[in-house]
């Protein structure tokens, strides 16, 4: 089997139809158009094997997590996704693995109703990057430098299961009970926030996801926004596997310096909280505040910073900045 | 140096303003708008050490390189490059070879008027796969399977440079002379044909970049064109410092099975000629006749295949079929 017949025989299969879609795989490049109104998000997540995922990952796992984190990207930026290009690095050409990812990756396409429109394939330590684009409506895209002094600070689902769910599987326990295989599918089959993310387009000021860990992250839109933030930390929501698993403090700190949640963390201000909850009613993913955007605080205290609080009351606390690359 | 330092230190630099950018480097997704008129290119290419690139390549040319193999998939479509996406995989975070990329990276942006949008930093085996995008007129682009019956088939360039160039840096051959020189900066510096490109929008049926190898890649165009072929081999454009260095049979093997020339190969229609080669005057590419499209070949003969001839008389003859990555 050789590249081209690989490319044809695993991904240039018969997909959901695109309007926007002129020409897909198969050409020197795909063409799409984009509606009146509308901004093209274009983000890009590349998986390497040892780095992001161990070898004994299953290649269904692989695809739906590489689509979903990059989907996840396109949510927080309140886009609704819409083609995708997949550049997959193969040691060599695996019949049945790529027959198992391929067909991963295309369900997962077409559940969310998104199509592959082109791509690379070529040999190499297993890797994957995927650049997804989605629609938003002109101007009303959900960006980290928005946030404004007096939002509230909200997380969808709850926080630190990926992490907790990755230590297991570091550990080699298998996922035999109920907490055990809901905390290590929240760490293999994220769910990305689409339609939390549309809602928020007119409703929050500010939005990201949740890759590297709310500490982390969250300083994100803190520095792009020119603000600081104070957190509660006795309002994170967990869920109840990993409460059952992990003590408070654990939990914490799987949600702090964790990641991989894929959870959205966004700012509303408070004149839009009342029409947020009413239209949180009607989807099915728990919102939950956390706490507030505040002044920057003074240099001494790292001006672009959060201040934690557990139970209402300041607390000292430093949580580790979470996953970095290139840092010990 | 951490990721988030490494991204805003290297790449997040000033650039080149593009009015259609809305949002670049920094957030979850870049975003950008469309003009009227116009239908979006999209292109993704990776290059893998030892796969694509040997270890001792430069941070500038591996950088050069991979922006331009992108940008020649773009003058294929006749496709005008407007942004990338980088997704660069580091084993470690060295700065000088940091340096030296970016700098080759965005000085080479800034040549072609494109802008970096965004992309992703992972640790892992060294990888540059790059997402390109450009514009092009509604409807308009070159596509390979509108090639047809008695158009006449075309090359930019010399073929053949960029194999032997790549032949005499495996050999350890160091450019001491003006043909080593030449060929392998063929090899290592591929000029994407992006001016020729968008002046054969509108002359050009079908077009394709020439990345695996002449037989190869007009094989591409045929397939899905539904047609086939005749090429005079005697009409094979090569350079004076091929032809010094190798004989005229070598030279044609280097031009129809070695790839990376990133030239294009074209057809054009008898009733667009002379517009053509009077378009062609204001160019400084020179493109050269080669053979024409002619009606399929009976099954026997493979129905979209290649027919070679030598000074008008027809050979048997068949070439390699160019680098697959996963045939042996």
């Not at 926007?20 to 009146?36: K, N």
């Not at 309140?78 to 391929?102: H, M, N, Y």
């Not at 006795?234 to 310096?257: K, V």
């Amino acid at each position: 089997m050789g590249e081209f017949d690989l490319i044809k025989d695993y991904f240039e299969q018969s997909q959901t139809c695109d309007d926007f879609v002129q020409l897909s795989i198969g050409d020197d490049c795909a063409l799409v158009t984009l509606p009146e109104n509308s901004w093209l998000a274009i983000t890009t997540d590349t998986m390497v094997e040892h780095t992001h995922f161990l070898p004994s990952i299953s290649p269904q796992d692989l695809a739906y997590k590489a689509v979903a984190t990059n989907l996840s990207d396109l949510a927080a930026m309140g886009a609704q996704p819409r083609w995708i290009s997949l550049a997959l690095t193969l040691p060599k050409a695996d019949e049945v693995w790529l027959a198992a990812f391929s067909q991963s990756l295309l369900q997962t396409l077409k559940n969310y109703n998104v199509t592959l429109i082109g791509g690379d394939t070529t040999k190499g330590t297993l890797s994957v990057t995927i650049t997804a684009q989605g629609l938003v409506e002109k101007g009303k895209a959900l960006c980290r430098h928005q946030a404004k002094v007096g939002d509230l600070i909200y997380v969808s689902g709850s926080l630190g299961d990926s992490a907790a769910g990755l230590q297991q599987i570091l550990s080699g326990k298998s996922a035999v009970g109920f907490d055990e295989e809901f905390l290590q599918q929240r760490h293999l089959r994220p769910t990305p926030r689409l339609v939390l993310g549309e809602t928020l387009v007119g409703i929050a000021n500010a939005a990201i996801d949740l890759s590297d860990g709310l500490n982390s992250d969250l300083r994100h839109i803190l520095k792009r926004s020119q603000c600081a933030a104070e957190i509660d930390l006795s309002h994170l929501p967990f869920s109840p596997s990993l409460l059952n698993r992990y003590d408070r403090r654990q939990a914490e700190q799987f949600a702090l310096s964790g990641g991989e949640d894929y959870e959205l963390c966004f700012t509303v201000p408070p004149e839009n909280q009342s029409m947020f909850e009413s239209r949180l009613k009607n989807l099915d993913v728990p919102c939950t505040c956390i706490g507030r955007i505040v002044s920057p605080f003074g240099e001494k205290c790292g001006q672009f910073s959060i201040r934690f609080f557990r139970d209402g009351q300041p607390i000292d606390y430093s949580p580790n900045l979470g996953f970095d690359h290139f840092k010990e």
